[in-house]
T-cell receptor
Framework: GENVEQHPSTLSVQEGDSAVIKCTYSDSASNYFPWYKQELGKRPQLIIDIRSNVGEKKDQRIAVTLNKTAKHFSLHITETQPEDSAVYFCAAVPSGSARQLTFGSGTQLTVLP | DGGITQSPKYLFRKEGQNVTLSCEQNLNHDAMYWYRQDPGQGLRLIYYSQIVNDFQKGDIAEGYSVSREKKESFPLTVTSAQKNPTAFYLC??????????????FGPGTRLTVL
């Protein structure tokens, strides 16, 4: 089955700096890669996703890049703010699945004021 | 956010007891999912259902059971066979557009503690 690895597990940045979280996946046929943000005590919420026919997608301060050849994708947050502090999860949809997601282990992002 | 609900928010159980976690959605979604979340391990899939009266095991189904008698409901039973049931349980749902990869909407979760 699919295996998703996520790094780093914790990340601290100064407010205004950029943050980058990286994920690798094992199934080359995976074709959907969402990112979820989970604030403390709350439910995960989708912040951005990318499909395999696209190399990059951007939404204001958030962007995701996908390298299908290397089987990795990354989340980029620019001009970080304290409210960006949360746990971020990447995920992938493996081939032949009934659309269930395989999640990475999460990154605790802390934005220092 | 209000489209998918879980109850109760906190649940305490004695060892050896079965307990059922509720998940309801009014989003008219076809697919529903149960995940378990442990610190530092992300979300792991327990069971999922794409259609009423059908469900499939996920990666960690042992010690759990589900039913899908109605489209809007997908209850999870944690049985006494689950060796380490203390965890945060998340239910999710998604629309099935016939292709892989649709946004999953999560419920607020149930925190289960076995005493």
């Amino acid at each position: 089955g699919e295996n998703v690895e996520q790094h780093p597990s914790t990340l601290s940045v100064q407010e205004g700096d950029s943050a980058v979280i990286k994920c690798t996946y094992s199934d080359s046929a995976s074709n959907y890669f969402p990112w979820y943000k989970q604030e403390l005590g709350k439910r995960p919420q989708l912040i951005i996703d990318i499909r395999s026919n696209v190399g990059e997608k951007k939404d204001q301060r958030i962007a995701v890049t996908l390298n299908k050849t290397a089987k990795h994708f990354s989340l980029h947050i620019t001009e970080t703010q304290p409210e960006d502090s949360a746990v971020y999860f990447c995920a992938a949809v493996p081939s032949g699945s009934a659309r269930q997601l395989t999640f990475g282990s999460g990154t605790q992002l802390t934005v220092l004021p | 956010d209000g489209g998918i609900t879980q109850s109760p928010k906190y649940l305490f159980r004695k060892e050896g007891q079965n307990v059922t976690l509720s998940c309801e959605q009014n989003l008219n979604h076809d697919a529903m999912y149960w995940y378990r979340q442990d610190p530092g391990q992300g979300l792991r899939l327990i069971y999922y259902s794409q259609i009423v009266n059908d469900f499939q095991k996920g990666d960690i189904a042992e010690g759990y059971s589900v039913s899908r008698e109605k489209k809007e409901s997908f209850p999870l039973t944690v049985t006494s066979a689950q060796k380490n049931p203390t965890a945060f349980y998340l239910c999710a749902s998604s629309i099935d557009r016939g292709r892989a990869g649709n946004e999953q909407f999560f419920g607020p979760g149930t925190r289960l503690t076995v005493l």
